[in-house]
């Protein structure tokens, strides 16, 4: 919570401008390019950032496919992880979130900026609709990202286990699959202070159709877990508590 308070307080006079532009945007999606909206959405998060006294490192930006639509599979540490990305990823992405977000402010104008999907876990048929939809937008090359482990990890840096259900819309699209690995994403929101912290996000080589073709989603899923889990271990630094 102090460092939320103090990225609002050191873009105070900005907030108002940045909010009403991104509202706007929200509210007139097909008026701007993905493009044009995703720019925007990157320069807030370059302010919250700096003002909020977080450096993102990011490694393995030559891992991501020049052409066609991807999806992003990322550990999930809390609300700070598609922040992370954003700021050090140019090409423009969407994502699928779960229902329960949909409605919270600024996420809920963020997520109609990226056009993205709200899923609802307990209805097996809306979450059918999405998975087809989004790899129909995959194959027409949209770029999206989800959350394999459904909810976010209350252990730091430990990854949870990856459902298989969440690569139904790569495998349908037959994408390229980019594992992601967060590295201390959780202490920018989840530490009670507002000393400067380094976040990481590893972009790891693709699994391509052709790696991944002869696996059913449960494999994969392990597949892309034990990649993350791998390049957390051999790169995480341990973390005192701060009060």
Known sequence: MKRILYMVLRNIFLIPYLWIK???????VEKYTEEERYRLLRYITYRANKGGNVRVESYGTEHLPKEGGFMFFPNHQGLYDVLAITQVCE??????????VANVPFLKQVFACM?????????VRQAMKVILEVSKEVKNGRNYLIFPEGTRSKEGNKVQEFKGGSFKAAT????????VALIDAFVPFDRNTIRQTTVQVHFLPPLYPEEYERMNTNELAREVRERIVKTIEANKKENKKEE
């Open 22 to 28: 991104l509202c706007y945007y929200a509210g007139h």
């Open 172 to 179: 349908k699209a037959g994408c390229p699959i980019v594992p």
């Open 91 to 100: 090409i423009p992405f969407s994502v699928v979130a779960k229902k329960e």
């Open 115 to 123: 056009k993205a999907y709200m899923l609802d876990r307990e209805d």
